[in-house]
């Protein structure tokens, strides 16, 4: 009598050595019954995989998706400075000015807001958002901003006076940075 490894997960059959034939059909239906369950493991893996590279595929395009609907908010804060001569309503007029000059009809601008500090540890804070669609509007905003506030202020005398008033209520300070929404979260 022959032993012979039939493959699968080390399974032997015996085998006569003089006929070639199977010693007993037990032998031959474990063979298929371990066939069977390799057969239905592979498929179970497969299709798990399939689960998994399918789910992969979702969570990316929507990933994705959410990018493309992200703003992208600047924001500047300049230090204030608190000059003898100089009044809330001043800077408010002076914002509303350069908004007004600079970003309402930008068509790169999607919002624009300057916030003043209210309640805090530091009443420094004067903080200008701009929102555009991409950041690559944030150079095309800039530059539409400049064309629209030397268009709304030919005169360079007007823009140095425009630009001493408004910068006597800075000190010279401040930081930028760049933002990106999270869509989720918008009420």
Avoid: C
Wanted: hydrophobic fraction near 35%; proline fraction near 2%.
């Amino acid at each position: 009598m022959q032993v012979l490894n039939n493959g699968w997960a080390d399974n032997k059959i015996e085998m006569h050595r003089d006929s070639g034939k199977r010693k007993s059909e037990k032998h031959h239906s474990i063979y298929i019954n371990n066939h069977k369950q390799n057969e239905r493991y592979q498929m179970k893996v497969l299709i798990t995989a399939l689960f998994l590279f399918a789910l992969f595929i979702s969570f990316s395009a929507s990933a994705y998706a959410q990018e493309a609907q992200n703003h992208v908010v600047v924001m500047t804060n300049f230090e204030r400075a608190f000059p003898d001569k100089g009044t809330a309503a001043e800077l408010d007029s002076l914002a509303q000015i350069m908004m007004e000059n600079s970003y309402k009809n930008n068509p790169y601008v999607l919002s624009y807001k300057v916030v003043r500090h209210f309640w805090g540890h530091d009443s420094r804070d004067f903080i200008q958002m701009i929102t555009v669609k991409s950041f690559e509007d944030i150079n095309k905003a800039e530059d539409e901003g400049n064309k629209e506030f030397m268009k709304a202020m030919p005169e360079k005398a007007d823009r140095q006076a425009f630009n001493k008033a408004f910068s006597k209520y800075f000190t010279g300070k401040h930081s930028d940075e760049i933002y990106s929404e999270v869509a989720s979260s918008q009420k």
